[in-house]
């Protein structure tokens, strides 16, 4: 609990609320514990795939730009979650 506290800290962000989680994970945020690693829910990966989907579906035009822009913001967040 002590080095979480530490990168919450060394962030510049305070917390508030301490909990213990038992079984494997917990999400906490948005964002899933699992095996001492930050992970992205379920969801948010489906609505990538979904995203991801939707694209190959269309031809080029504005709708299409507009999905790749999404699906750009949710790889970066993803990137960002996993990379702690």
Do not use: C, S
Request: proline share 2%.
């Amino acid at each position: 609990m002590w080095e979480i506290r530490q990168k919450i800290h060394g962030r510049g962000l305070h917390y508030h609320k301490e909990r213990r989680f038992t079984g494997g994970f917990a999400e906490v945020t948005g964002v899933v514990l699992r095996d001492g690693k930050t992970v992205l829910p379920n969801r948010q990966r489906k609505r990538a795939f979904d995203i991801a989907n939707q694209m190959k579906a269309l031809p080029d035009g504005e709708e299409r730009q507009g999905l790749k822009r999404k699906l750009t913001g949710l790889r970066a967040q993803r990137r960002q979650v996993e990379a702690h």
